[in-house]
């Protein structure tokens, strides 16, 4: 025989199991309505915050079964160098370029979630490098560190300069 605290913990158990899977139909309904809606748009994300971009664009890929993918890691792959070896070798330059390269490549994909180069490095922090991104669905994800120091930059900049 279970004790009435066992037998509490069980059905606490089994209702949190039940309500899980209430939240994964829903959540699997509701990807499947996107996708249709997409009609196989790539989404590319685009945000300062690198490790968010490709965290979101993973999640998102999951949801709709599409293939999830890093410019900065296909930049590295394609290359055989690391960001910071391009950068050290061509400068700032030379990585937007590797990145609108891989940009040409992917604009012909679809079905695929794509994360870019975060902090303001690589093509999509360029507006003429979003030839290759207009035709995919396209999230800007803004952290609010960002969004706080972007703001500070921004009164500093307008702020009149103290009299030497």
Same mark, same amino acid.
């Given at each position: 025989r279970l004790l009435p605290s066992r037998r509490r913990a069980i059905a606490l158990r089994t209702s949190a199991a039940? +309500?899980?899977t209430d939240v994964d139909k829903a959540l699997a309904t509701k990807a499947a309505a996107a996708s249709e809606i997409l009609k196989a748009v790539s989404i590319t994300l685009i945000g300062d915050h690198e490790a968010a971009n490709? @965290?979101? +664009?993973?999640? /998102?890929?999951?949801?709709?079964s599409y293939t999830p993918l890093s410019t900065p890691e296909l930049i590295e792959k394609v290359t055989a160098s690391t960001r910071e070896q391009i950068v050290a070798e061509d400068g700032e330059a030379g990585l937007v370029i590797a990145e609108n390269a891989v940009f040409e490549q992917?604009? !012909?994909?679809?079905?695929?979630? /794509?994360? !870019?180069? %975060? %902090?303001?490095?690589g093509a999509a922090?360029?507006?003429a490098c979003w030839d290759f991104i207009f %035709?995919?669905?396209t999230v800007?994800?803004?952290?609010?560190?960002?969004?706080?120091?972007?703001? +500070?930059a921004a009164a500093a900049a307008a702020? #009149?300069? @103290? #009299?030497a």
């Open positions: 039940a +309500a899980s490709l @965290a979101v +664009a993973q999640a /998102i890929a999951k949801a709709l992917l604009s !012909t994909y679809l079905r695929c979630c /794509i994360a !870019t180069s %975060g %902090g303001g490095r922090a360029r507006g %035709g995919q669905f800007w994800l803004d952290d609010e560190a960002s969004v706080k120091a972007a703001e +500070a702020a #009149p300069a @103290a #009299p």
